[in-house]
T-cell receptor, first 119, second 109 residues
Framework: DTGVSQDPRHKITKRGQNVTFRCDPI?????LYWYRQTLGQGPEFLTY????????KSRLLSDRFSAERPKGSFSTLEIQRTEQGDSAMYLC?????????????????FGPGTRLTVL | RKEVEQDPGPFNVPEGATVAFNCTYS??????FFWYRQDCRKEPKLLMS???SGNEDGRFTAQLNRASQYISLLIRDSKLSDSATYLC??????????FGPGTRLSVLP
C-alpha cells in the first residue's frame, strides 16, 4: 500500500501525559499537512510542511503542540500535557504541489487518522 | 463569518434522485477548490477538484463562481453508495486548506 499511513491508529491516554503520532506520506509528495477533526465538524488545519520546512501553523496550535518533519519524509506531531479537549481524530495528508497545463495542483490525500482519547 | 460554509443538511434522497450541494467561501484570493467525501469514521477522500470552467466526472458535476465566491456539486442518479458527508475545501489565506463543516447525504432505497 503506497498511501499515507499513520501510527498509532488509536491512542488512549490520561490527562497530563505526552503523546506522539507519526505520519508517513506518499513518497514523492513534497507537502505534508496535519489536521484535527472532531465529531460533526470538518477537519481543522493545524500545520503544514513543504519538504522539511514548517511553513504555516494555525492559531489553534497551542504551545503544547509541536510538529517536525526532520528529513522531509515522515512527520511527527507531539502533544504535551494532554487535556480532555485534545480528544479528536488527528489526520495527516500529503500532496505534490506543482503546475500542469497551466493549472496549479495541490490535491491532498489523507491517511486513516489517529484517534486520540484523553481520559 | 466562517471561511467556508455549506448547506447544513442532512439531505435524505431516494435512489436515482439528483441532489445539489452548495458552498460559499469568504477569501476572494482563494485559488484551489475541491470536493471531498468522508464516510463515517473514515478519512476524507478526494472526490474532485473544481476548476473555473467547471468540470464533470461521470455522475458528478462541480461548478465554481469566483464572482459570487460559490461552489456547487451536483450528483445525478444518486446511488446508495453515495451516502456520505461531502466536504467543500478551499485554500485559505496561506497555503493551508480550509474545510467546510460538511453536508451529510443519505440515499435511501
Amino acid at each position: 500500500d503506497t498511501g499515507v499511513s499513520q501510527d498509532p491508529r488509536h491512542k488512549i491516554t490520561k490527562r497530563g501525559q505526552n503523546v506522539t503520532f507519526r505520519c508517513d506520506p506518499i513518497s514523492e509528495h513534497n507537502r505534508l499537512y496535519w489536521y484535527r477533526q472532531t465529531l460533526g465538524q470538518g477537519p481543522e488545519f493545524l500545520t503544514y510542511f513543504q519538504n522539511e520546512a514548517q511553513l504555516e501553523k494555525s492559531r489553534l496550535l497551542s504551545d503544547r503542540f509541536s510538529a517536525e518533519r526532520p528529513k522531509g519524509s515522515f512527520s511527527t506531531l507531539e502533544i504535551q500535557r494532554t487535556e480532555q479537549g485534545d480528544s479528536a481524530m488527528y489526520l495527516c495528508a500529503s500532496s505534490l504541489v506543482g503546475l500542469a497545463g497551466g493549472l496549479n495542483y495541490n490535491e491532498q490525500f489523507f491517511g486513516p487518522g489517529t484517534r486520540l482519547t484523553v481520559l | 463569518r466562517k471561511e467556508v460554509e455549506q448547506d447544513p443538511g442532512p439531505f435524505n434522497v431516494p435512489e436515482g434522485a439528483t441532489v445539489a450541494f452548495n458552498c460559499t467561501y469568504s477569501n476572494s484570493a482563494s485559488q484551489s477548490f475541491f470536493w471531498y467525501r468522508q464516510d463515517c469514521r473514515k478519512e476524507p477522500k478526494l472526490l474532485m477538484s473544481v476548476y473555473s470552467s467547471g468540470n464533470e466526472d461521470g455522475r458528478f458535476t462541480a461548478q465554481l463562481n469566483r464572482a459570487s465566491q460559490y461552489i456547487s456539486l451536483l450528483i445525478r442518479d444518486s446511488k446508495l453508495s453515495d451516502s456520505a458527508t461531502y466536504l467543500c475545501v478551499v485554500t485559505g489565506y496561506g497555503q493551508n486548506f480550509v474545510f467546510g463543516p460538511g453536508t451529510r447525504l443519505s440515499v435511501l432505497p
